[in-house]
């Protein structure tokens, strides 16, 4: 099995203001978004060439608005005792340059 692209794990995750897990994980592998409980039960995936995934404009620098399948999701990957491959702002980049990277190796020139 192939070394993840991007994986952070302690990451809260919400949908519509509800906080869905405090302690999720987000994984993206083999070209696949997944955000997984933090009992590994997954949340929603998508391929990751489909995900959009933005910084919110008036928010913690450690948060990330993904949209999968339609799904809204905010994700704050700098929670307090988060184990991630790195902390809040610099998660956050992380994250948005992999899924751009991945909409611009599918995009046709």
Do not use: C
């Not at 997954?42 to 008036?58: L, R, T």
Request: glycine residues 10%; hydrophobic residues 35%.
């Amino acid at each position: 099995m192939a070394e993840p692209e991007f994986n952070a794990t302690g990451v809260r995750i919400e949908r519509s203001r509800r906080s869905l897990t405090r302690a999720g994980q987000v994984k993206i592998q083999d070209g696949r978004l997944e955000l997984l409980t933090s009992y590994g039960r997954e949340i929603d995936s998508a391929p990751v060439d489909s995900v959009q995934a933005s910084k919110p404009w008036f928010s913690a620098r450690d948060r990330a608005r993904a949209t999968v399948n339609g799904n809204r999701y905010v994700l704050t990957l700098g929670s307090p005792g988060a184990v991630s491959e790195s902390g809040g702002a610099a998660a956050v980049n992380r994250f948005l340059e992999v899924v751009r990277s991945a909409h611009g190796s599918t995009a046709k020139h």
